[in-house]
């Protein structure tokens, strides 16, 4: 049983940099997610996917962020120009195509430091 | 207000002991509520979720639900030392599949 996959694990960038981030969901799963955690907090959702379609998106998301899932299989979030204050743990789930089931199984993430 | 609120603890509770973190929402339209663990250093891991009023049991774990409250609890019998962690709660809002987070209760067992 493969859960969700996150690459890289940990990134370090300087201010100014872009980064792209991938994400890998349990092979049936259609439904694809992105949060972001900071230190003590609880994830803040930043966007959505069914499939291919990017249903909904965050305030959060700003125009330096963009995120892809091109086949409806692996997704990619990049954030260009990135700031301090983009230091964050960035979360991707996945969920399966069961219109009564709203679980959301996460990967182990990939911690964004911007020096 | 918070959408999701949750004590932030830490609760500290003996080994063997019943283990009781609690979640208030305000989004009174909110579908399914869930109680994630997180290890320090590592992602949310799901241990439950319970979408009608009622107790839903899981071995150690029963998730409690009050739509009319907008309250949800989970408790943690015969408490571990490796129960010691941060639970979020989180609900999914009536529009939408995202699921917003509280800030979690950090839970410590002590042997």
């Known amino acids: 049983d493969t859960g969700v996959s996150q690459n890289p694990r940990h990134k370090i960038t300087k201010r100014g940099q872009n980064v792209t981030f991938r994400c890998d969901p349990i092979s049936e799963h259609n439904r694809l997610y992105w949060y972001r955690q900071t230190l003590g907090q609880g994830p803040e959702f930043l966007t959505y996917f069914q499939n291919e379609a990017q249903l909904e998106k965050s305030r959060l998301l700003s125009d330096r962020f963009s995120a892809e899932r091109p086949k409806g299989s692996f997704s990619t979030l990049e954030i260009q120009r990135t700031e301090q204050g983009d230091s964050a743990m960035y979360l991707c789930a996945s969920s399966p195509p069961t219109a009564s089931s709203y679980e959301q199984y996460f990967g182990p993430g990939t911690r964004l430091t911007v020096t | 207000q918070k959408e999701v609120e949750q004590n932030s603890g830490p609760l500290s509770v003996p080994e063997g002991a019943i283990a009781s973190l609690n979640c208030t929402y305000s989004?009174?339209?909110?579908?399914?509520f869930f109680w994630y663990r997180q290890y320090s250093g590592k992602s949310p891991e799901l241990i439950m979720f319970i979408y009608s009023n009622g107790d839903k049991e899981d071995g150690r774990f029963t998730a409690q639900l009050n739509k009319a409250s907008q309250y949800v609890s989970l408790l943690i019998r015969d408490s571990q030392p490796s129960d010691s962690a941060t639970y979020l709660c989180?609900?999914?809002?009536?529009?939408?599949?995202?699921?917003?987070f509280g800030a979690g209760t950090i839970l410590r067992v002590k042997s």
């Open positions: 989004d009174r339209g909110s579908q399914s």
């Open positions: 989180a609900v999914t809002p009536i529009y939408g599949n995202k699921l917003v």
